[in-house]
C-alpha cells in the first residue's frame, strides 16, 4: 500500500466503505475471491456467484459456495493460496490481514465495511458499480427495505416497546443498539437494553442483563441453553415467560450476517417471537 493510501483509509473507513486498492473495469470477467460471507453472499445476490473462484472457510451461502476452494478466514487468509487462484478482485472486510499483503503482491483488493444499515447499503452499491450491476444493486437496496418494513407489519402490538437483550457470542457478547443487528430489533420495534455507547458488539456484565431484566431474549442455541445456570437469570421475566428465542447455527448465521438477507433475517426473528408464549401485559 502507497503511503498516501495509508493516509486515506482511517477517513474513508469513517464513511464505512474502504475504497479499492487497484482498479478493475466494471465490464471485466472477474475471477472473484472473497473473505467473509457477506460479500459472498452480495457476489451471488448481484448475479455473480458463477465468477467466484474462492471464499472464506464461513462462507456457506448459496449453497454451491460450499464447493469453492476455501483460502482461510478473517486473521489467517492463506496468501499464497489466493495468488494462485489467480484472482483479479479480492473483496474483504476491514478487520482482515490480508489487504495489504495482497496489494503488494500485485493482487487487486476491495475493502468493504458493513458494520450498520447505511453501511450495508453502501456496500451493496459500491459492490454494483465494481461488477457492472448499478440497476441490480439499488433493486437489491430497495428490496432489503421492503422487507424490512414488511417484516415489521407482522410484530404484534404486545411486542413492540418491549425490552431485548440479543447475545451473539460467549462472554457473554451482546448486540448492541448501534450494531446493524441492533438496527434490526429496533426496526421490528423493540428496545435494546444494551447501548451503543458500549459498542458495537460488546461484552457484557451478566448483572446488567439482570438489572435491565429483558422481556425478551434472542440468541444463539448454544449459548442459551443453559441460560437458566447462570447466577440470577432464573428470576428474569423473559425465562419466567420463556420469551427466549434460542436460533440454531443456520438462523444465527443468517441474522449475524450484515449482507442481502438482512430483510429474510428480520422475519426470521418475527417468526421466533411469534411462535413464543403470547404475552398478555
Known amino acids: 500500500m502507497t503511503r498516501p493510501l495509508q493516509a486515506s483509509v482511517p477517513a474513508l473507513a469513517a464513511l464505512g466503505l474502504l475504497s479499492c486498492f487497484a482498479a478493475v473495469p466494471a465490464h471485466a470477467q472477474h475471477r472473484i ?15 455473480h456467484c458463477a465468477q467466484l473462484v474462492g471464499t472464506d472457510r464461513h462462507s456457506t451461502w448459496p449453497g454451491g459456495v460450499g464447493k469453492l476452494p476455501k483460502v482461510g478466514g478473517l486473521q489467517d487468509a492463506q496468501i499464497e493460496h489466493i495468488v494462485a487462484l489467480r484472482p483479479d478482485m479480492v473483496l474483504l472486510g476491514p478487520r482482515s490481514r490480508a489487504g ?31 461488477l457492472g450491476e448499478q440497476a441490480r444493486a439499488a433493486e437489491l437496496v430497495q428490496r432489503i427495505e421492503s422487507e424490512l418494513d414488511a417484516a415489521s407489519r407482522r410484530v404484534l402490538a404486545a411486542l413492540r416497546g418491549r425490552s431485548v437483550y440479543v447475545e451473539v457470542g460467549i ?3 451482546a448486540a448492541s443498539a448501534k450494531s446493524f443487528i441492533g438496527e434490526t430489533v429496533a426496526r421490528l420495534g423493540l428496545v ?11 461484552r457484557v456484565n451478566p448483572e446488567m442483563v439482570v438489572r435491565r431484566s429483558p422481556d425478551l431474549i434472542i440468541g444463539p442455541m448454544s449459548t442459551l441453553a443453559s ?5 440470577a ?3 428474569l421475566p423473559a425465562l419466567r415467560r420463556q420469551q427466549v428465542c434460542r436460533l440454531d447455527t443456520e438462523r ?17 426473528l418475527v417468526d421466533c417471537l411469534l411462535a413464543l408464549p403470547p404475552l398478555t401485559h
Open 192 to 202: 435494546n437494553i444494551v447501548s451503543g455507547e458500549q459498542g458495537l458488539f460488546p
Open 227 to 231: 441460560i437458566a445456570d447462570r447466577p
Open 171 to 173: 462472554g457473554p457478547t
Open 100 to 130: 495489504e499483503r495482497l496489494t503488494s503482491l500485485g493482487v487487486p483488493v476491495q475493502v468493504f465495511d458493513a458494520r450498520t444499515h447505511a453501511d450495508l447499503k453502501r456496500m451493496l452499491l459500491s459492490l454494483g458499480d465494481s
Open 252 to 268: 444465527m448465521d443468517l441474522l449475524s450476517r450484515p449482507g442481502p438477507r438482512l430483510g429474510e433475517a428480520a422475519h426470521m
Open 233 to 235: 437469570w432464573v428470576g
Open 33 to 47: 475471491v472473497t473473505l467473509s460471507p457477506s460479500l459472498t453472499e452480495a457476489v451471488c445476490a448481484l448475479g
